[in-house]
């Protein structure tokens, strides 16, 4: 069972806990209150779950209190519905708007995949790619560092990607990292040296994320050079 509850410990940011809870970070902010630049604070209690109350607002009223909306609430709802569904097929008809949110992936580092993604596995929720330490690890895409560090048991050196609202991406096993929380990066700039995992070869463990869960990197990724 998952706990309900995570103690911030110096070190974490919001990203970095929502990763190692397979968290979407933007819930994970919202059930605890925090706005963005999503800080928080060593010792500081969040919750892992929904709060209760969220779910107790959805109850049903009960058959003897139902009440009829009034024809101005009516008219109000009606006016709303269509509004969305003009506003819908504003968007429908914005194809460079969709074509800028459109990610296209590359691989950070060539080598071979000794690892695959599997959805069974828990232990296998990226790719290794085998490589010689030092080697160069690329952004697979432009976007925001929200974590640089070592805090993460398992991923030894780390690097976590913000892509988008719904899209994270991660670098680890590193030997030497090349950028800090906050910077922007562009795809292909170079973030990292490729570092040795804990069976002591060099490779790096790559993994990519859909509002909190993991996804095959092999789906998403152009053909490796």
């Given amino acids: 069972m998952h706990a309900s509850h995570y103690r911030v410990r110096r070190g974490d940011t919001l990203f970095s806990i929502a990763w190692r809870h397979k968290l979407d970070h933007k819930r994970l902010a919202a059930w605890?209150?925090?706005?963005?630049?999503?800080?928080?604070?060593?010792?500081?209690?969040?919750?892992?779950?929904?709060?209760?109350?969220s779910s107790s607002r959805k109850?049903?009223?009960?058959?003897?209190?139902?009440?009829?909306?009034?024809?101005?609430?009516?008219?109000?709802?009606?006016?709303?519905?269509?509004?969305a569904s003009k506003s819908s097929k504003g968007a429908a008809k914005s194809p460079k708007s969709m074509a800028r949110s459109r990610l296209q992936w590359q691989w950070p580092t060539k080598g071979k995949v000794v690892q695959r993604f599997s959805r069974k596995d828990p232990t296998r929720k990226g790719v290794k790619i085998a490589g010689r330490q030092?080697?160069?690890?690329?952004?697979?895409?432009?976007?925001?560092?929200?974590?640089?560090?070592?805090?993460?048991?398992?991923?030894?050196?780390?690097?976590?990607?913000k892509h988008n609202k719904d899209y994270l991406s991660a670098y680890g096993h590193n030997r030497k990292l090349l950028v800090k929380e906050g910077d922007d990066v562009t795809k292909g700039d170079r973030i990292a040296e490729m570092g040795i995992a804990g069976g002591g070869a060099a490779v790096l463990h790559f993994e990519i994320r859909r509002q909190g869960k993991p996804v095959d990197p092999g789906a998403l990724l152009s053909r490796m050079r």
């Fill in 134 to 161: 030092g080697q160069a690890i690329y952004a697979a895409e432009s976007g925001r560092v929200v974590y640089s560090g070592s805090g993460l048991i398992g991923y030894g050196q780390l690097i976590i990607i």
């Fill in 59 to 83: 109850r049903v009223v009960s058959k003897g209190t139902r009440t009829q909306p009034s024809a101005k609430a009516t008219k109000k709802k009606t006016d709303l519905s269509a509004g």
């Fill in 32 to 53: 605890n209150g925090i706005k963005s630049p999503y800080t928080i604070y060593p010792g500081q209690r969040l919750r892992l779950k929904p709060p209760v109350s």
